[in-house]
């Protein structure tokens, strides 16, 4: 055999959307059997060129050549009918299908052509499940009863139950929790074993690290960097590739002040907030400048918290003080009008109005402030929303644009903007990094800890444990809805909050299920 | 409400404007959208076509007058459902709070009180089923569909029970003189005066005010609206509500085009103004819409239905029309959207 073609060449790929060219001459090599790893920033391009890939955008210009011949991919059919098959970031299951329909939809095995035969189908299933080493998922049950990690699974059972010599993953460990991540790892070994190819896009490094063959690195729709080896390359020369400038560090400095001397009056009281079944009677003081992070895994009751604080759930129990005011509780306006601001964690789902512009978006908590007996200044509401928006160097400087279609980071800027126009003094945040590339992270690390420097309280979640120690003065660790740790930040490091929060405990059936192996079906705190 | 001592201060400094900021005022022109346009041009077409096919008739002011009075009682039921549509909901009750609001605006006793009695019977009743909407759904938790079915079914029980099947003929002299040509302003009839005013005031309500916002925002993302800290339940209840008021406003009209009341009034309004919404470029899932291109919807359906009659083609032919208009505006619809 003649020294192997690469399994896919992607040569000069152009891609030019309304006002943005997405792809800017694009090459992306992939040999059979290797991990190769796709890195950029948000809008950096890395999407658009998946998509071209399964099949769902059309190429302005380039070529795309697939095991030594010239191809054209004009539908998504005809990208899996090559052996293409993508995972989405954003599952595309059918929640009230079975797991196996769900699997075999749109090429279901058939008997006479149109009778769908459905043992055949949960037995290849059950099958391909056991191969992804998720055998105790059961064929027959509906997706939409499914936890996340799961319908994860599921969706890469669909992709494999296609012939597949490449899959793409785009962001597969983002729902996953540490011991899934591992076991996701596995199967990606597998694959690679048997020769498919995976391109596998994350913006944790370490896991590129582990895995990654090679990476090619995107920045503003341009390849920097094609096949370098991911296990030799130093992590600062990819970051450097990513953001186009060296990082020393990420976090901002925490200001130098004396706690003893000026205790400043607690903005936030909160006092045994209870949500049975959710957390434990959970108590917080939390004073202006000052950031408090929740640290915890999935289904530790951080989210929950926040929400409940925030009154979007109903506490069965406790209260929450603004300035000695108690607030009514499961009222989100009450909370607002308080001085209280969220940024979701569903950003698209649950932050922002996606058909509205900036401004749209950055005023809605605020439009009393524009409007007299309800008829609206809108020459105010843009120049307000402008200057909230520049305040945090919003891009593109120019609030009329639809927030569709700015980037992840800007997008959570918009939110910040909204919340920052409205003067709000306690800023719930519930992981604002998610989904936004390293380099626009430490901007947003800055803005944060800056509005907390102008005064702002800021109660912090997120499930990656540097950013928590990174950013909050403060930590709360949390494991299954109880805080079982309460730290200054700085005596605080990695390995310690690990430990605190994978510490076994007696009566845990949320972390039995996360650390050993199968998952019982009773009590699945997944939603 | 108050912010004592707030340390983050709003945002209040003024910022230079930037390109765009600044438009002349007739900028709405070169603006409009393709949408807007293609309607305007179907509409164009149309009286091209009726001026062609029956010269004479078409043509004539009365019947010009004709087509706008028509289009003044869909009309104004239809600026109520194309905010009910942007926000995310549908009201199917429309047809029969008409026929309810006329029948109990013209009952023997309420034309006791004379034209103020009428008016504000039909306005009164309006409002009261856009209430048991609105609380149903806001507050019940019931699903749009679902509960303005229920009151479709009621609305009309109630107006059927109310006349026993027969018309109510107007007794009330002011009621009935709105209708005649003495009160034609500048050849305007009052009725089409109303839907302008309605429709002005629609137009105003969504895109200058918190409320037209505050619609868009719950139709957009209800829950983004939720966690922005807007009041999701009262702004449906308040939907609800204008609907019925337009409805009750229409049955005002109805009346007076018809000088009577009767439980069949408003018969399939509810799919004439969803229609002419959608044509107009309202997204059915809510989030987006204008009044403008509603009202051009409504326009158009009128102008068709008018041009069928003159020409003597069959009601079942209209009706094919209509479809293929519906059908063809959503297709031109998803073209530019996408561009």
Not at chain 1, 286 to 294: A, N, T, Y
Not at chain 2, 102 to 123: E, K, M, P
Not at chain 2, 223 to 243: C, H, K, N, P
Request: aromatic fraction near 4%.
């Amino acid at each position: 055999m003649a020294p192997e073609p690469p399994l896919l060449t992607m040569s000069g790929i152009t891609k030019s959307f309304p006002g943005v060219r997405a792809l800017d001459g694009v090459d992306l090599h992939v040999q059979a059997g290797e991990v190769h790893c796709l890195l950029g920033q948000n809008g950096a391009g890395k999407s658009t060129l998946i998509k071209v890939l399964a099949g769902a955008h059309q190429p302005d210009d380039g070529t795309i050549v697939w095991r030594g011949d010239e191809v054209t991919l004009r539908s998504p059919i005809a990208a899996m009918r090559l052996g293409i098959a993508t995972i989405y970031q954003e599952l595309d299951l059918v929640e009230g299908l079975s797991v196996a329909e769900n699997v075999y939809l749109g090429h279901e095995p058939t008997a006479a052509g149109f009778m769908v035969r459905g043992r055949d189908a949960r037995a290849s299933t059950a099958a391909l499940l056991k191969r992804l080493g998720h055998g105790e998922i059961d064929p027959a049950r509906l997706v939409g009863d499914l936890s996340a990690a799961q319908q994860q699974i599921v969706s890469m059972a669909r992709a494999l139950s296609h012939e597949v010599r490449l899959i793409v993953m785009d962001e597969p460990s983002a729902a996953l929790d540490p011991d899934e991540v591992d076991n996701l790892f596995r199967i990606v070994g597998d694959l690679t074993a048997d020769g498919v190819a995976v391109v596998y896009i994350s913006h944790r490094l370490e896991e590129i690290r582990r895995i990654g063959d090679r990476v090619t690195v995107l920045k503003d729709g341009r390849a920097v960097a094609v096949g370098l080896p991911a296990k030799e390359t130093p992590t600062r020369e990819v970051i450097a590739l990513m953001t186009g400038r060296n990082v020393e560090y990420v976090f901002p400095e925490r200001p130098v002040r004396d706690r003893e001397e000026t205790p400043s009056e607690p903005v936030l009281v909160v006092q045994g907030l209870t949500r049975e079944g959710e957390f434990a009677p959970f108590d917080l003081e939390l004073r202006p400048g000052e950031i408090v992070g929740l640290a915890g895994l999935v289904g530790s009751g951080r989210s929950e918290i926040l929400e409940t604080v925030y009154g979007a759930r109903k506490p069965t129990g406790g209260q929450v003080r603004v300035d000695g005011r108690v607030l009514r509780p499961g009222s989100v306006r009450a909370a607002v009008r308080a001085g209280l601001g969220l940024a979701p964690e569903e950003r698209k789902a649950q932050g922002l109005l996606m058909l509205e512009s900036v401004t749209r978006n950055v005023s809605v908590s605020s439009m009393s402030r524009f409007s007299y007996g309800g008829w609206l200044d809108r020459t105010k509401e843009r120049e307000a929303a402008r200057a909230a928006t520049r305040e945090l160097s919003l891009r593109p400087d120019n609030p009329s644009v639809p927030v569709r279609t700015l980037s992840g980071g800007n997008q959570q800027k918009a939110v910040l903007a909204r919340w920052l126009l409205r003067g709000c003094r306690v800023l719930l945040l519930d992981e604002p990094t998610r989904g936004v590339d390293v380099g626009a992270r430490a901007e947003l690390y800055t803005v944060i800890r800056r509005l907390a420097d102008e005064g702002l309280a800021v109660l912090l979640v997120s499930s990656e444990v540097p950013e928590v120690l990174g950013l909050a003065d403060r930590v709360l660790v949390l494991r299954e809805g109880q805080v079982v740790h309460t730290a200054p930040a700085r005596d605080l490091d990695e390995h310690r909050v690990l430990d605190l929060v994978l510490a076994s405990s007696p009566h845990g059936p949320t972390l039995a299920k996360g650390l050993h192996g199968p998952a019982t079906t009773e009590g699945s705190p997944a939603s | 409400m108050t912010q004592p001592a707030s340390p983050a201060r709003p945002i209040t400094e003024k910022s230079p404007p930037t390109d765009g900021d600044k438009r002349p005022w007739w900028s709405f022109v070169v603006r409009a959208d393709v949408r807007t346009l293609s309607l305007l041009g179907v509409l164009a077409a149309l009286v091209v076509i009726g001026g062609i096919t029956e010269p004479e008739a078409f043509l004539d002011t009365d019947n010009l007058q004709l087509i706008l009075t028509q289009a003044s009682v869909i009309g104004v039921v239809t600026v109520g459902m194309t905010f009910v549509i942007i926000s995310g909901g549908i009201d199917l009750s429309v047809g029969a709070i008409v026929a309810l609001a006329s029948v109990w605006a013209t009952t023997v006793a309420t034309q006791d009180y004379g034209f103020a009695g009428i008016l504000f019977t039909a306005v009164m009743v309006g409002l009261g089923c856009g209430l048991v909407n609105g609380l149903l759904i806001a507050y019940g938790g019931m699903v749009p569909f679902i509960a303005t079915l229920a009151m479709l079914a009621s609305g009309r029980g109630l107006a059927l029970e109310i006349t026993d099947g027969k018309t109510q003929m107007v007794t009330v002299d002011g009621v009935l003189k709105l209708g005649e040509r003495d009160s034609y302003v500048l050849g305007i009839p009052p009725l089409v005066m109303v839907f302008a005013a309605v429709t002005v005031v629609g137009w105003l309500l969504l895109n200058r005010t918190t409320f037209g916002r505050r619609s868009v925002a719950v139709g957009g993302n209800a829950e983004a609206a939720r966690l922005a800290g807007i009041d999701v339940r009262r702004q449906r209840l308040y939907l609800y509500l204008l609907s019925g008021l337009c409805c009750g406003i229409a049955a005002f009209l109805l009346i007076v085009l018809a000088g009577s009341g009767q439980n069949t009034n408003g018969n399939l309004y509810e799919l004439d103004a969803i229609a002419a919404a959608i044509i107009g470029g309202t997204l059915l899932s809510g989030g987006r819409g204008t009044i403008t291109g509603s009202v051009l919807g409504v326009l158009i359906f009128t102008t068709i239905t008018n041009i069928f009659a003159l020409n003597n083609l069959e009601t079942a032919v209209q009706q094919i029309a209509k479809g293929a208009i519906i059908v063809a505006a959503v297709l031109v619809q998803r073209r530019t959207a996408t561009t």
